[in-house]
C-alpha cells in the first residue's frame, strides 16, 4: 500500500515561530502537493514540486516557502507563523504515468495562537 | 480558470434513501476528475478517477458518471457508515498533476 505520512498530527504554535511540516511517501512518487483545508473553503492548494528541488506555486503560496531535498520528502514551512494560517494541511503525492491516483496523508491540525 | 462547484452542500438521508451528488466544472482540458471520500478528521481517501464523458465507475453503493459539464455520484440505498464528506476534483492537462477541489458535499445517513 502506498504511504503518504505527516511527521505531526496535532501542533500549536505561536505567532512568529517558524513551523515546519514534513511529508513523507514511499512509492518513489514524482508528484508532491501541499493543500491546506478550512471550513467552507475546502482544499486549496499551496505548492507543489514534480522533481528534487523543484517546486511550483500553488494558488495561495504567500507566507510559506518548501523544500524537497529528497524525492521522498516534501516540508512545508512557515517563516513567521500567523494566526490566519490555522488549518488543516493535507500533504498528497502523484505518480506519473499511474492510472491517476492523488494519495493523501492523514493531515497535521496546525493551531497558531 | 478551473472551477468545480459542487452540490448541495449538505444532505441527509434516511437509510437505504437513495440519492445522487452533483459536481459541475469547468476546465481548460480534462486530464481525469476524481471523486474522494473524507472522515472527520482525516486525510481524503480516494473512490474513482473518470477521463472521458459516458464513462461509469461502480464501488459497493456509489456510482460515478461523467458528463462534459458534470459528474454524479449515485448512492444506493446507503447505510450510516456512508456518512462521511465527498469531494470532487479535476485534473487539468496543463495542472502539474494538481487537483482543483469543489468543497464537497457533506452526507450524513440516519438509521
Known amino acids: 500500500d502506498v504511504k503518504v505520512t505527516q511527521s505531526s498530527r496535532y501542533l500549536v504554535k505561536r505567532t512568529g515561530e517558524k513551523v515546519f511540516l514534513e511529508c513523507v511517501q514511499d512509492m518513489d512518487h514524482e508528484n508532491m502537493f501541499w493543500y491546506r483545508q478550512d471550513p467552507g473553503l475546502g482544499l486549496r492548494l499551496i505548492y507543489f514540486?514534480?522533481?528534487?528541488?523543484?517546486?511550483e506555486k500553488g494558488d495561495i503560496p504567500e507566507g510559506y516557502s518548501v523544500s524537497r531535498e529528497k524525492k521522498e520528502r516534501f516540508s512545508l514551512i512557515l517563516e513567521s507563523a500567523s494566526t490566519n494560517q490555522t488549518s488543516m494541511y493535507l500533504c498528497?503525492?502523484?505518480?506519473?504515468?499511474?492510472?491517476?491516483?492523488?494519495?493523501f496523508g492523514e493531515g497535521s491540525r496546525l493551531t497558531v495562537l | 480558470e478551473d472551477q468545480v462547484t459542487q452540490s448541495p452542500e449538505a444532505l441527509r438521508l434516511q437509510e437505504g434513501e437513495s440519492s445522487s451528488l452533483n459536481c459541475s466544472y469547468t476546465?481548460?482540458?480534462?486530464?481525469?476528475l476524481f471523486w474522494y471520500r473524507q472522515d472527520p478528521g482525516k486525510g481524503p481517501e480516494f473512490l474513482f478517477t473518470?477521463?472521458?464523458a459516458g464513462e461509469e465507475k461502480e464501488k459497493e453503493r456509489l456510482k460515478a458518471t461523467l458528463t462534459k459539464k458534470e459528474s454524479f455520484l449515485h448512492i444506493t440505498a446507503p447505510k450510516p457508515e456512508d456518512s462521511a464528506t465527498y469531494l470532487c476534483?479535476?485534473?487539468?492537462?496543463?495542472?502539474?498533476?494538481?487537483?482543483?477541489f469543489g468543497k464537497g458535499t457533506s452526507l450524513l445517513v440516519t438509521p
Open positions: 476546465v481548460s482540458g480534462l486530464r481525469g
Open positions: 476534483a479535476v485534473q487539468a492537462w496543463n495542472s502539474g498533476y494538481a487537483l482543483n
Open positions: 514540486s514534480y522533481d528534487v528541488k523543484m517546486k
Open positions: 473518470l477521463y472521458s
Open positions: 498528497a503525492s502523484f505518480g506519473q504515468g499511474e492510472a491517476g491516483e492523488l494519495f
